[in-house]
């Protein structure tokens, strides 16, 4: 019996990325189908719930403490639009909104695959390129962001 490898219980590294990133799409995708801009501020999100009319306001943590847009500032306003038809006033309020809904649409069946798979061996390079492509798009959008809050261009 001592000669023998344990199996570790538990999901595997990779199965457990795989897992909290599927967590996250859903999340997102469904604040995206249920969030509309509150129609006095294009700042603030109601949300709407099937039977219920709003369930309250959202406005950014950091926005109110610094006066400047996060590095995700609008991206549940960009998804919800997008996920309503409107792709150019997707990107008109985050140019990440469009990129990662269909990120994320084709996401999610891989980390399906990877949780359901039976080896548990490090699965595919395209959830860690996923990530750092994610990563890099947030900075990168981060600062468009800041130019436009700046007003160094007109979007």
Not at 9 to 20: I, T, Y
Request: aromatic share 10%; with cysteine; proline share 6%.
């Amino acid at each position: 019996m001592s000669d023998q490898v344990k199996k570790r219980k538990g999901l595997s590294p990779s199965k457990q990325v795989a897992l909290a990133w599927l967590v996250i799409a859903v999340l997102l995708l469904a604040s995206a189908r249920f969030a509309i801009s509150d129609p006095r501020s294009g700042d603030d999100l109601h949300f709407t719930l099937p039977g219920i009319e709003h369930v309250g306001l959202y406005t950014c943590p950091f926005r109110t403490l610094t006066g400047l847009p996060c590095p995700i500032c609008g991206i549940t306003r960009s998804s919800a639009v997008i996920m309503r038809g409107d792709l150019a006033g997707s990107f008109r309020i985050h140019p990440l909104g469009p990129v990662l809904i269909l990120g994320l649409v084709h996401m999610v069946p891989v980390w399906v695959w990877i949780l359901f798979r039976k080896d548990d061996d490090a699965g595919p390079v395209s959830t860690k390129a996923f990530t750092i492509a994610l990563i890099a798009l947030v900075l990168l959008s981060w600062a468009i962001n800041l130019v436009r809050h700046f007003k160094f261009i007109e979007w």
